[in-house]
């Protein structure tokens, strides 16, 4: 039996299609990864040399499975190999800039800014600009600093560009920039958006590198690849050789991050790019029923820009999808806590998650659980690396590399205090804009000055510190040097001092780090490395296989699977998020977002919605429509829960209009009154077909708003408002595509969608 016995008929196809350019169109639970590892070790086993092979992924998680089974492969069949190169997009970049930075006129030991360096970065700019409100919050400033660099905009050129659109925020946005930039140089620091960019500049303006890393690796593979941006798209084209050996792996319908850059077009244009390109579809489902791959088929259907794929399920046809309709986000969490309840009673081992649209939808479901006493974990908290007591002890590493790290300074100069103050830090700013100097060189000012004794023996003990872990840092290995640097700040002894729980567990968790950093000597890595590898850990990395409950926005779930998926908030405004009404691409990307949830499903998938939510922390409660995205599921794949406000037997109406709001006791009047509206008898939904609910039939009595309409000019929309009577009535709809409009009835033509 050979490595290739083990596939089926398309997954063999994919790993032996190895010359030339090869798009591999990976349905979801097809095992994309299992045909990419197989591939690999299937170029092994035929004579390639593993250090002539690339691969590339997003996270550190998905490399190091990749990694593994293609070891475990090669051991098993007794192949002596070298190992592949396999790691992330970014920690290639940052390994090839290691050896490439001098051709940019960057230190090889350039340190890399996380997110939470990122941010404070921006803090620091503004600081020294002196701006306290800048009309934009942290975040927002540093995705306009993240536009700029990936579209090529100098600091200048986005001055000028706010400046002709008369755009305030925009311009100081450009100060910013031009800030943020300045104190990644001094810093010798780069952020994630540079590690890409850079990359592609060394490959871009010198020909001799590009040749020689084109000649260093023959076959290239892209996991993923539906999620690339543009400096990944020109990273990918600047490497690959005349040999067009590039193996890319992707489902057009899982691209779900157009908001961090990711163009969808990237792996929809690959046979145009890469002319007799060979496609080979991966549709044998493994893990969901089929019942669940044709709902979310239904949906995804409706999107334009697709290549398209007909997954079939491997395992049973499986039970109906559930829809439970709540009066509001309280009962929402309450009969899905409820639900998982029963689950865990009927198999205490399946694995569960609660999926939703945005972070803040995440109370009401910690709530409910914590109520009822069930455990539960949420993707997206701390991970190890980004817990405070680890960044102060790397801050303090990075420093004794690159004392100029203002960033790295700024979070141990006082920590464990050492009686450096605010009035200190003041000091030490402004004499650091005067000489334009990092701040480790203005507290060598600031000592040479002769300033008063209170003020200078922190400063010079601090100073004193870093000098000496400086030299232990190029004599010690990377464990020993971690050691003292807890010992000889006090960082350990401050924790031991305090003696609470919660600083009990703070220092194993520094223990557990210089164990880390002992693992990684062992298998090479310097503490360079061991700091790049710490700075591009992600959220994704930090997910708990074995949570049995398991909280997560949507797009922290992509790649992962469940026992059993409760698939939330599906409301128009909630999801799709309101910011796509008006954007035709922006709601594609949200319904492949509803597409990731669903397929996340092994054995049953549940809807849920709330008819009326309080948003931002409003007092009254919002009313909403249902999203469009149950009424795209097909016929006959959904089943009412018992409970819901809309029931198998009938579909209530409570006028649900966003752009009202009702106070408590009219939500409780309205909901305890509501009516169930007639329908024609081809419409009465029945226990075997969908419950979820759908357009209603024209008659005079029944109620008009929450209906489906189509306009000649405006195609599909939603009654949301009803004014007068007869002749006279006024209709306000709200289009897709065309926003809301008003119009008179019987003007508008309009016929029931």
């Known amino acids: 039996m050979t490595l290739l016995d083990e596939l089926n008929s398309g997954q063999r196809e994919a790993a032996t299609a190895i010359e030339g350019p090869v798009l591999i169109l990976a349905g ?74 001098p051709r940019l006129g960057l230190p090889r030991d350039f340190r890399i800014y996380d997110a939470d360096d990122q941010t404070a970065v921006v803090k620091l700019a503004l600081e020294q600009l002196n701006i306290k409100d800048p009309g934009e919050r942290v975040r927002g400033l540093l995705e306009r600093i993240s536009f700029a660099k990936n579209h090529g905009l100098t600091p200048s050129q986005v001055a000028s560009d706010a400046a002709k659109r008369n755009d305030a925020l925009g311009i100081t946005a450009s100060k910013v920039y031009e800030a943020y930039e300045k104190i990644l140089r001094k810093a010798g620091a780069l952020d994630f958006d540079d590690l890409l960019l850079r990359a592609v500049q060394v490959l871009k303006e010198f020909p001799e590198a590009r040749a020689a890393w084109q000649s260093r690796f023959h076959y290239i593979h892209v996991d993923e690849y539906q999620d690339t941006n543009r400096a990944q798209y020109d990273l990918l084209r600047l490497l690959v050789s005349e040999s067009r050996n590039l193996c890319v792996v992707g489902d057009e319908d899982q691209s779900i991050y157009r908001w961090r850059g990711a163009d969808v077009g990237n792996i929809l244009r690959f046979d145009e790019d890469y002319a007799g390109a060979r496609v080979v579809r991966l549709e044998q489902n493994y893990r969901s029923t089929q019942k669940i791959l044709d709902a979310a088929a239904g949906v995804v259907s409706k999107n334009q820009r697709r290549l398209g794929k007909n997954l079939k399920a491997t395992r049973p046809s499986g039970v109906n999808l559930g829809f439970f309709e709540a009066r509001d986000s309280k009962a929402e969490a309450e009969y899905v806590a409820d639900r998982i309840r029963i689950l865990h009673g009927d198999d205490p081992a399946v694995h569960v998650a609660v999926l939703y649209r945005t972070n803040s939808q995440s109370r009401a479901f910690e709530e409910a659980l914590r109520a009822r006493g069930m ?13 405070a007591e680890i960044k102060d002890a790397l801050a303090y590493a990075r420093l004794a590399i690159f004392p100029d790290d203002d960033i790295a300074l700024l979070r141990v100069i006082n920590t464990p205090p050492r009686g450096i103050g605010k009035t200190t830090l003041d000091s030490l700013f402004a004499l650091a804009r005067e000489h334009d100097v990092s701040l480790w060189v203005a ?11 209170r003020t200078v023996a922190p400063l010079k003990d601090f100073r004193t510190l870093i000098e000496e872990l400086q030299g232990e840092a190029a004599s010690s290995s990377p464990a020993d040097f971690l050691q003292s640097v807890l010992i000889r700040s006090g960082y350990i002894d401050m924790l031991t001092q305090r003696d ?7 220092a194993d968790n520094l223990r557990e780090l210089v164990n880390a950093m002992a693992e990684g000597s062992e298998r090479g890595e310097t503490l360079t490395d061991f700091l790049d590898h710490a700075a591009l850990v992600s959220d994704a990395d930090s997910y708990d296989e074995q949570a049995l409950i398991t909280l997560m926005t949507l797009h922290s779930a992509k790649g992962l699977e469940f026992d059993h998926v409760f698939l939330t908030g599906l409301e128009e405004g909630v999801f799709p998020h ?23 499903a092994k054995e049953t998938l549940t809807l849920t919605r709330a008819v009326y939510r309080r948003i931002y922390g409003s007092e009254r409660l919002i009313g909403s429509l249902p999203s469009r995205f149950l009424q795209e599921i097909p016929e006959g794949l959904v089943d009412t829960a018992e409970g819901s406000l809309s029931d198998a037997g009938e579909t209530r109406r409570y006028e649900p209009d966003p752009e009202y709001s009702y106070s408590e006791q009219e939500f409780v009047r309205r909901v305890r009154g509501a009516a169930a509206p007639g329908r024609r008898d081809s419409e009465t939904p029945s226990r075997t077909r969908s419950s979820v609910p759908r357009r209603l039939g024209r008659t005079e009595t029944n109620p008009l708003i929450g209906q489906r309409v189509r306009h000649a000019t405006y195609g599909a929309g939603t009654i949301t408002g009803v004014e007068g009577d007869g002749d006279d009535r006024k209709l306000t709809v709200r289009f897709s595509d065309h926003g809301t409009k008003k119009l008179m009835e019987r003007y508008a033509n309009l016929s029931w969608a």
């Open 28 to 101: 979801a639970g097809t095992g994309k990864t299992r045909a990419i590892t197989y591939r690999i070790a299937h170029l092994i086993e035929k004579g390639v040399p593993g250090s002539t092979i690339l691969a590339v992924t997003f996270t550190n998680k998905a490399a190091g499975q990749m990694k593994e089974r293609v070891r475990d492969l090669l051991v098993r069949e007794g192949l002596a190999f070298d190992d592949p190169w396999i790691g992330t997009f970014h920690s290639f970049c940052a390994w090839l800039l290691r050896r490439e930075a």
């Open 375 to 387: 455990r539960y974990r949420m993707l997206g908290g701390f991970s190890f690396y980004q817990r």
């Open 443 to 453: 507290i060598g000012k600031m000592l040479d000055m002769g300033s008063s004794g």
């Open 500 to 506: 609470s729980s919660e600083d009990t567990a703070r």
């Open 578 to 600: 309101s910011r796509s009404q008006n954007d035709p691409e922006e709601l594609e990307e949200e319904r492949r977002l509803c597409y990731v949830g669903m397929t996340r």
